[in-house]
């Protein structure tokens, strides 16, 4: 029997003591739900337009869209899937951490502002301004969807894991059905609410997921006697590791394979940031480029501190829990800082626990939900104005016609997103939403980068890098070790990966950068050098910005 296994007892006492206060916890739950939902539907009556849809009006401050920013991007990969990589693999968990944070500088420095002047509503604004919008359009909205797509399994992954834990949900069947229920949810904040109703969603989970987070952090502290070291000796005994647990290479430096899908990931995360598209889009509410660059700026301060407190939240549940009984509630360790919450609070059964698991849960599940509406706003987004509106109907459908149609791709790509979810849900959410940042970092980065900074860019340049980047890192995922040949894979009883690593980013995102050039010194179309210099005065001063 596996030690997963023979662990279970305690996670049964867990699920047992959640089930003695359920109504308490189902009571949060609701209330949450019922709060957001409420918000949504307050500001869709404030949803007038296609600006107001795509954009909120462009009417939020830069410290309101850095709040909103820091929801959007603490996903439930950075509160559950690094807590639960710190918690099982030490300090190469906490590598995640360090990423997603280094990724905002790149963030800042090169996109944020340049952007905000450049785009009206979607990256494709951006690339088609001086290539040729339908191919660079629908390029552009096929990247966004596939990022999108693989940004949401994570948080569908991360919903399912949650909630069944709480509900003391075992079935493969219930886990599908909390994965169905979130997509549901997600589909209605967007059709609703539209970029203000999630904006608000976003602003309201940040300081709900920073409160948290500061009260765990506090009590875990607390327990250690504010002592850090004390805290990390007793996490690397607990952990059965030692000392090797507070070092570089549990996870990442065993074999040269896992040193080289260090790299990969580490690429990955740094580049990521600045190609997401739910995160690009966020610089378009924003009435300035300056909001955009203060917003980032607060964004940074917001999401740098609750990074520092991963350490604690991930250490603290090695110190206090067994890395069997986190292994037992769920394959990825996706559950530890929920597990952690309810031992420190008191334990199974006890009143104090069964708040705190409640209240972490709560507060877990509201990131999922702002995070997805974002996503799935980013991608339907995309489809309306990039792919329908200016490819299909070649710039002649009516705003109204073009929010509708992005309301229709929310609910296809919802449905897409809870099926795909449901096949993810044993797969660790940081480990996911990296695949993502590889992808956009891939297909994204290269060409906006490119469009912005490089006269001799063209239509071919764009597309090849688009295109390669995009098939070459979902190609290469698929026959990683992600998909099949593992325990931890999604389809662990076969084995079709023949592509070592777990994130493609050391070979994908090169190649990107590498097709973007290649296409366009090849390309026998002549660079619009006008139009290049409009786009630079207008990024770089922001004259004639929307």
């Known amino acids: ?30 209330c949450f739900v019922v709060a957001t939902l409420f918000i949504t539907v307050w500001a869709g009556r404030q949803t007038k337009d296609a600006a107001d849809f795509y954009a909120g009006g462009r009417q939020f401050t830069g410290f309101q869209n850095g709040l909103a920013v820091s929801g959007d991007y603490m996903s439930a990969a950075s509160f559950l899937g690094i807590a639960g990589a710190i918690a099982l693999f030490g300090y190469d968990g906490f590598l995640y951490s360090i990423g997603f944070l280094v990724a905002w500088l790149v963030a800042l420095l090169l996109v944020a502002e340049p952007l905000r002047n450049s785009g009206r509503y979607t990256m494709g604004d951006v690339l088609a301004y001086r290539m040729r919008q339908r191919p660079v359009r629908t390029a552009a909205g096929a990247s966004t969807i596939v990022v999108s797509i693989f940004y949401l399994l994570a948080q569908m992954a991360g919903a399912g894991v949650l909630v069944s834990l709480l509900l003391g949900i075992t079935s493969d069947g219930g886990k599908i059905a909390i994965v169905g229920l979130v997509g549901l949810l997600m589909i209605v904040y967007v059709t609703i609410g539209g970029m203000k109703g999630t904006t608000w969603v976003q602003m309201v989970k940040a300081v709900l997921l920073i409160a948290g987070t500061v009260l765990i952090t506090f009590l875990i502290l607390l327990k250690f006697h504010f002592n850090i070291s004390d805290l ?48 690009l889009i966020r610089f378009y509410t924003v009435p300035t480029a300056k909001a955009a660059r203060k917003s980032v700026n607060w964004a940074i301060g917001i999401i740098g501190a609750f990074y520092l407190m991963t350490i604690v939240l991930g250490f603290g549940a090695a110190a206090i829990l067994k890395p069997a009984d986190i292994i037992a509630s769920n394959k990825a360790g996706n559950t530890a800082a929920p597990l952690a919450a309810l031992e420190i609070g008191g334990g199974s059964g006890s009143t104090g626990g069964a708040i705190l698991l409640a209240v972490i849960s709560a507060v877990a599940f509201a990131t999922i939900l702002a995070v997805v509406a974002g996503l799935t706003l980013a991608s339907s987004s995309s489809f309306a104005h990039d792919i329908y509106a200016n490819v299909i109907r070649k710039g002649k459908a009516t705003e109204k016609e073009e929010v509708r149609a992005a309301k229709w791709a929310t609910v296809a790509i919802g449905i897409v997103s809870i099926a795909l979810g449901a096949l993810a849900r044993d797969l660790n959410v940081a480990g996911l939403v990296a695949l993502a940042f590889a992808v956009a970092a891939s297909a994204n980065l290269p060409t906006i980068l490119y469009s912005l900074f490089w006269k001799r860019f063209t239509t071919q340049g764009a597309l090849w890098s688009i295109y390669g980047g995009l098939a070459s890192s979902v190609l290469l995922v698929l026959f990683s070790p992600v998909v099949s040949s593992k325990p931890s894979s999604m389809f662990p009883d076969v084995d079709f990966a023949w592509f070592p690593l777990e994130n493609p980013g050391l070979i994908s995102i090169p190649l990107g950068f590498l097709l973007g050039w290649l296409g366009s010194l090849l390309s026998k179309e002549e660079p619009d050098k006008g139009k290049y210099a409009e786009l630079e005065v207008k990024s770089l001063t922001g004259v004639g910005a929307h």
Do not use: C, W
């Open 232 to 279: 990390l000796g007793t996490a690397a005994e607990n952990s059965g590791k030692g000392k090797a647990f507070l070092e570089p290479g549990l996870k990442y430096g065993a074999t040269g394979t896992s040193k080289l899908d260090f790299i990969s990931l580490g690429i990955a995360l740094v580049l990521g940031t600045a190609g997401l598209p739910h995160i």
């Open 1 to 30: 029997m596996s030690a997963a296994h023979t662990a279970y007892p305690t996670v049964q006492l867990a699920a047992e003591g959640a089930s003695e206060h359920r109504p308490l916890i189902i009571t949060l739950f609701a």
